[in-house]
């Protein structure tokens, strides 16, 4: 069974980011990277058009439970702080994501703002990888912001796929190389690469988009790549979807429902009814076991339970909206950056 090791709570610097931006409902402006004996990690902000990190102490700690398995925080502190040496976003930044390579030598930082610009470069800037480059919009900025969202393929970095709502555009790179244009029905709002789906699993993209989950395989033409729809519940917006490491899917939104399909028949094998208070906008499943998921609410709230049992296994708050919320992908580390400047950081085994 899971649990928590340590819960820390840090406070960031005034100094630094007086007065973060709102951004939208997603939580997608937080990125987290760990050392390896986790004693410390370093969180990645954007707030505006600028990018800030933070090396946040993982103190030892016992940690204490409230009411319902609820989790309580113990404070830290924050050992170092500054702005990341990077060209600025002309608008606000809406997506920031950390990328690595299995065996660890090769991370990268990937952010993209209101109007769709991606900015990708190395996340140790005394290297040149050849993975430091900028992407302009594919309509150079014209019309309405909104929130975009951005993935790597897993199994090459260069790839990216950057996905814009209003548009409803899913704009796929190979580096600065513009490949092709996916275009939903509804607005996306959440994106990722399938890459535990069989032998397709650098071409398969899985996106939420209104009340359904769609599944686009960059390899077809026909239906403009599109090659499998499910429908979610009608009326109830789907934010977030998400891949095992044995490749099941899990989607969820504003039914308060998580769904997990398996990929194989896009049947769902679970439905956790009412899980979250409010809308679900974040979900990761567990590195340690596939069988537990966090599961990340509007509001300040996020769980872990088993999927399948439908069973709540513990669950820590934060104290103001999350503006901010990311898991360390081979790691059961976790953190959250609130409306209020506090910075949550979980170590989960």
């Known amino acids: 069974m899971l649990e928590a090791k340590r819960l820390n709570k840090a406070v960031v610097p005034k100094s630094l980011i007086p007065d973060p931006s709102p951004a939208n409902i997603q939580s997608t402006r937080l990125a987290v990277h760990t050392n390896g004996d986790a004693s410390s990690c370093w969180v990645y902000l954007a707030s505006g058009s600028r990018i800030y990190k933070l090396q946040i102490a993982m103190e030892d700690s016992f940690v204490g439970r409230g009411k319902e398995s609820l989790l309580i925080p113990e404070q830290t502190s924050v050992l170092d702080s500054s702005v990341v040496n990077r060209c600025p976003h002309q608008s606000e930044i809406q997506s920031l994501v950390l990328a690595q390579t299995e065996n660890m030598d090769c991370s990268i930082l990937g952010s993209v ?8 470069s190395p996340l140790d800037t005394s290297k040149t990888d050849g993975f430091t480059y900028s992407v302009p919009p594919r309509d150079y900025g014209v019309g309405e912001g909104s929130w975009a969202g951005l993935c790597f393929n897993p199994n090459q970095l260069s790839m990216a796929a950057v996905a814009r709502s209003f548009c409803k555009t899913i704009d796929i790179y190979d580096q600065d190389i513009h490949l092709r244009t996916l275009r939903t029905l509804w607005y996306p709002t959440s994106l990722i690469f399938m890459d535990k789906f069989s032998e397709s699993a650098s071409s398969t993209l899985a996106i939420t988009e209104g009340s359904q989950l769609s599944i686009w395989d960059l390899r ?4 403009g790549g599109c090659v499998h729809r499910i429908m979610g519940s009608v009326g109830d917006v789907l934010y977030a979807v998400n891949e ?3 490749g099941y899917i899990a989607a969820g939104g504003g039914d308060r429902t998580v769904t997990i399909y398996d990929p194989r028949k896009w049947s769902a094998v679970s439905r956790w009814l009412n899980c979250s208070k409010y809308e679900i906008t974040g979900l990761n499943f567990s590195s340690v076991d596939h069988n537990y998921i966090y599961v990340q609410g509007v509001d300040y709230e996020v769980l872990c339970g088993r999927w399948r ?3 709540k296994a513990f669950s820590f708050r934060g104290d103001s909206n999350w503006l901010g919320f990311s898991k360390c992908s081979n790691r059961d580390i976790l953190a959250g950056w609130c409306d209020s400047g506090s910075v949550f950081v979980a170590d989960v085994s």
């Open 244 to 246: 095992s490491s044995s």
């Open 309 to 311: 049992e439908n069973e």
């Open 113 to 120: 703002d209101s109007y769709g610009q991606l900015i990708v």
């Open 220 to 223: 077809v033409k026909e239906n």
